[in-house]
């Protein structure tokens, strides 16, 4: 109870009925256990029906592999490029003022408010063999779309802004006072960069690197348009998985989707334990915010 300036004791604004709170809290239950666990444990589930001789030679199958390849090849690829994307984003916006500024920030938002249906037909006028780029490619040899370069084309283009717009708030909560300081002191560039910058944003770094990593094994949309769906060559795991549940082989499909569903769990588990280290930089940048609105 909270008392006022007369020393009465009053009920909080925030004080609600127990029935609210525990209608609230069962409805939470009921929401997760119909749209996430029921979900989840169906597809363990299925998978495992037939047993798990069956289980695992749909998981080792040569297009079940192949599939797996391209997706961490794919992943692999296109992380890295956006993390440092992302860096050097964050760098630019928070320490720099530059013309185009707060464009630069609309553009880095783009793949969020496009559908990736609409991403991969813009790859496919661009670069297919009938567009000046793409012609030009095909005949030097470089094919994009139907192949693997575009099915990486697509994932970096829907997932580049995952590690930026972690890093730019991170950073800005940081500043720029021990980077000025460490040039005081007679670091170079390089220098500074890595023994003060990068130690102050590791863990919105990482964060960043675990949501880009789940968002790239687990495209579709982009992916589909671009890749051709060429069996055991351009056809990702979650595109192996619809062609699988096509064609009516519900337990392999299932068990292919349980690998991804296992690296849902796993970003999910390392999201967690990464926001623990992130949340208190960016509480520090909300009491920043309203200090200088205030």
């Known amino acids: ?26 409805t939470m239950f009921a929401f997760l256990a119909l749209f996430l666990f029921i979900p989840v444990i169906a597809v363990f589930t299925e998978a495992l029906r037939d047993g798990l001789g069956t289980y695992f030679g749909a998981i080792v199958a ?21 993390v440092a994307f992302g860096v050097a984003a964050a760098w630019a916006i928070t320490r720099f003022d530059f013309p185009g500024k707060q464009a630069l920030l609309t553009l880095i938002d783009l793949p969020f408010s496009v559908s990736p249906v609409i991403a991969g037909m813009l790859f496919v006028l661009l670069v297919g063999v009938r567009a000046p780029i793409g012609g030009w490619l095909a005949s030097h040899g470089i094919r994009i779309i139907f192949a693997e370069p575009g099915i990486v084309l697509a994932t970096i283009f829907v997932t580049f802004p995952l590690a930026s717009r972690e890093l730019i708030p991170i950073m800005q909560a940081v500043g720029s006072e021990e980077e000025e300081a460490a040039i005081v002191l007679g670091a170079g560039g390089l220098q500074m960069f890595f023994r003060v910058t990068l130690p102050n944003v590791k863990w919105g770094l990482l964060y960043g690197m675990v949501l880009c990593n789940a968002r790239a094994m687990g495209e579709f949309g982009a992916v589909s348009v671009v890749s051709g769906h060429i069996e055991g060559h351009t056809v990702t795991m ?9 064609d009516y082989r519900f337990a392999a499909a299932f068990a292919v989707s349980s690998l991804l569903t296992m690296l849902a769990i796993a970003t999910l588990v390392a999201k967690r334990l990464l926001e623990r280290r992130v949340a208190p930089v960016k509480r520090e940048q909300e009491e920043v915010e309203v200090r200088a609105a205030a």
């Open 1 to 26: 109870m909270a008392i006022d300036s007369q020393g009465q004791a009053t009920r909080p604004g925030t004080a609600d009925p127990a029935w609210i709170r525990r209608a609230l809290i069962a």
């Open 62 to 82: 040569p297009e079940a592999r192949a599939a797996i390849r391209l997706t961490l090849m794919t992943a692999a690829i296109a992380v890295p490029l956006n």
């Open 238 to 246: 979650p595109l192996y998985i619809e062609i699988l549940y096509n």
